[in-house]
RNA sequence: GCCCGAGUGGCGCAAUGGCAGCGCAGCCGAUUUGUAAUCGGAAGGUUGGUGGGUUCGAAUCCCCUCUCGGGCUCCA
């Protein structure tokens, strides 16, 4: 359809184009073995294409391999891909037999719709191929999956298969290396061999954090807590377990209770708290405050449940039992905006310090179910808006994606295998503070009604652990690491010796072990490196009549012979100064 | 919740209707070692379920159920 040759078409066109094209190609292989088949839509994806189809039966991985055969048999064949306009009639005739593609039909405004073809296979598309079917590059089926018809699931569940597609073998080849390389990087297998953490069916969804993986959590909330005292907030501890009329008075009772563990205590119907924000305004609402006291910035690390449905459990990135760095804000109208920039600078401060890199960063507006004035809710989306670009980031708006209190910045970082996850949150509340009936004493004497916001900056700890361990490969930086250094003694003599360099250490606040097991020395390092410790003090006689140890670390950098104090003087440095971690 | 797939010692795997096996880890013993795996030995599972069925016989086939994996949907 283009007057320019494809093969002068800059490259990530000529690729959207070959993902396109090649979907055409599946179709058309899935309809030659399926003629009873109907067909939805396959568009381009990131690593390749998909499309969506109802068939008769489920699709197997053998069928795969039939399909991929048919569509090179297609590809050998070089078929020109021809596309034109036509009247919305004649599409519907033209796909008379195809639910599909009739209701797209009639969901099209345009008076004529596209039509393409390419040997007997035609398709409803409004374009973008290849010239012909010869140009696909190189591609692979990948799996097979369910999808709602139109992502709703009120629809039929259709099949919808994955290909894979890059321009050449070699990019193909690269592309499912890398993916195996990601794979390694799998939190849950990681949290397993760095004995972290396990899920148990005991528990489904409700991590059981191991010792090491413990001080990991734990020296995050440490880390968040330090930038509390500097920011001005108050820790707070409330129940776990509320009477429902809390969240009848929040709204969540009305929007939730489907995923929400609740139950019967003599008369009283209770449940376990899935969120902080209607325990804080509680709070708030039990004492009479000044605006002396504004911004109370309350925050709270305590547990949190919600019964998620089955099939979204993930790993540590999608669970049930969960904690957040949760924090609300309640000021004056004065001090609103103020907070606002404030939280975000904060929130970006913890990224960059955390080496996470750029968040995508979302703006969610106002949903179909919402609480408080329509007309309240723009200048606040505005707000978050203009608090981006003025801090000279982007974002990207989710029409309808606000919680239903307000409008919200949700910053979302991608797991090992480009997966996207939401970790922290920036919310504007709408509603909350008028349902609670919070209220201050003015400067006039007066009562007047707090702003609200919500915020938190790494969200689930459970979850930003799991694509923190990913995005690190388990190579945490020092000031994280479960085990920061383990001593080995080469031969059982120099046991002694290493005790007491674990002990000079740890007086200095390190967490050291001792490995004094029979494995001879390499095997020792090669246990200390599998398990990503920072640094491996190896000592034998020479450094036990030096006071000394010899260093390795964990990119497998021989140190040399360092004085323990020496040590103990650059890991507390390092650890203090929370240098960015190794990468993998 | 929905679609597809998978569950075998702690972990990774084998056994495809006929005696549940291997490697790693762990344990015991020997070895005392200089920067990524020392040698030997013994032990460990009624195969997710004190599920149901087919069969002379089930890890293997069928049903139920639970969990996990890949997606879809949802996410306060």
Redesign the pocket.
Known sequence: MSDVPFDDLPPEERLFRQRHSAAHVLAEAVLEMFPEAKYAIGPPVDNGFYYDFDLPR?L?PDDLGVLEARMRQSVERDLPITGEQISKDRAREVFRDQPYKLELIDGIEEDTVGHFRHGEFQDLCRGGHTETTGQLGAFKLD??????WR???KNP?L??VYGLLFPTPEDLAAYEHQREEAEKR?H?RLG?ELDLFH?D?IA??SPFWHPRGTVLYNGLVEYIRELYEEYGYREVITPQVFGVDLWKTSG?YQ??SE??YLFESGEEEMGLK??N?PGHCHYFASGHHSYRELPLRLAEFTRLH??????????LT?VRSFAQDDAHIYCTPEQFEGEVVSNFAMLDRVYSELALGEPEIRLGTRPTKFAGNPEDWEPMENLLGETVVNAGKEYTVSPGEG??YGPKLEFHFKDA?G?SW?LGTL?IDMAMPQSFGLTYIGEDGAEHRPMML?RAVLGSLERFLGVYIEHTGGHFPLWLSPVQAVVIP????HVDYARTVQSQLRARGLRIEVDD???????K??KA??QKTPY?L?V????AEADAA?V?DRT?D?LG?IPIFQIGDRMVDERDTRTIQVRP
Request: include cysteine; aromatic fraction near 4%.
């Open positions: 489920p197997t799996r097979v999956a369910g999808a709602y992502g709703d699931e569940m099949q919808r799998d849950r397993r899920l069916p489904p969804g969540h929007n939730f995923d929400m899935p969120m924000c919600r019964n998620e449905r089955s099939g979204v459990l993930h790993g999608r919680a239903f295998i997966r939401q919310q919500h080469i031969a059982d003599r097991g029979p494995d001879r020395m390499g095997a390092i090669r490196q599998l491996m190896v034998g006689d020479r450094e010899a390795r497998g021989d012979a």
